[in-house]
């Protein structure tokens, strides 16, 4: 003769509760907030390069018919900011133009040298940004820790991440200059330049992933001595 086994006896010796797909530290971590603070993150960079240009040293070519508008302006601070994070722009024209179509101003600027703003201030904008912003956040989740250091880190690296790297391709197909290509003979093309989407999307990745876990850990490890 065969029993069949006590179902109920079974569910309370395991409390009656399903084992969690994901680990607590994953479902705890407040993804939409950091996110939300990637977003403030690049606002934070973007206003740092346009303060560099009104207010500091730096100024914009208006004579450059790409930049022949106020809003244009506002794009080049942008196209500034994704070649801070080392993403050429692309130029696309409707007819054939000599040179490689990849450009980063702070390149030439960094080759050429005499710059108003040396472009390694540039370069350090979002490196410091992200680096701050990892261990402010990180700051404010101390008191309640999702595990180690390492994971900790790993964490806001992630969770930022999301946001950062969706602001960047955003950005990247959005932030496009466009003029007219003219000769002594008038109109003859047009011409458009923007970052360039797949730099970006790797870039926006790993700055990211790379800076924000500095600072993460940074605080992580000061608040542990506390």
């Known amino acids: 003769m ?18 969690p797909l994901l680990s607590p530290a994953l479902e705890t971590f407040p993804w939409l907030e950091a996110s939300t603070a990637a977003l403030g993150t690049f ?8 303060a560099l240009f009104v207010v500091g ?8 018919p790409a930049i022949d508008s106020t809003a244009a302006v506002f794009v080049q601070y942008a196209h500034v900011l994704f070649n801070a994070h080392h993403v050429p722009t692309v130029l696309k024209a409707s007819i054939q ?21 040396p472009p390694v201030v540039y370069f350090l ?44 391709l955003v950005g990247a197909l959005t932030l496009v200059q466009r003029w007219d290509l003219t000769t002594a003979e008038g109109v ?5 330049q923007q970052p360039d989407p797949y730099f970006t ?15 993460a850990a940074m605080m992580y490890g000061r608040g542990a001595q506390a």
């Open 97 to 117: 133009i000599a040179g490689s179509p990849f450009g980063n101003d702070l390149y030439l600027a960094l080759a050429s040298g005499g710059a108003s703003v």
């Open 201 to 215: 999307a790797v870039l926006f990745l790993l700055f990211p992933m790379v800076f924000l876990p500095i600072g």
């Open 43 to 50: 606002v934070v960079e973007y206003l740092a390069v346009a």
């Open 125 to 168: 904008i979002p490196m410091v940004a992200l680096t701050v912003a990892g261990g402010l956040f990180e700051g404010r989740r101390r008191p309640n820790p999702t595990g180690g250091r390492l994971r900790e880190a790993a964490l806001v690296g992630v969770g930022f991440t999301v946001g950062y790297l969706a602001v960047g």
């Open 188 to 192: 003859v093309g047009s011409a458009s």
């Open 2 to 19: 065969t029993t069949e086994p006590d179902t109920d006896a079974s569910v309370a010796d395991t409390g009656g509760q399903d084992t």
């Open 57 to 64: 040293p730096s100024s914009v070519d208006r004579s450059v």
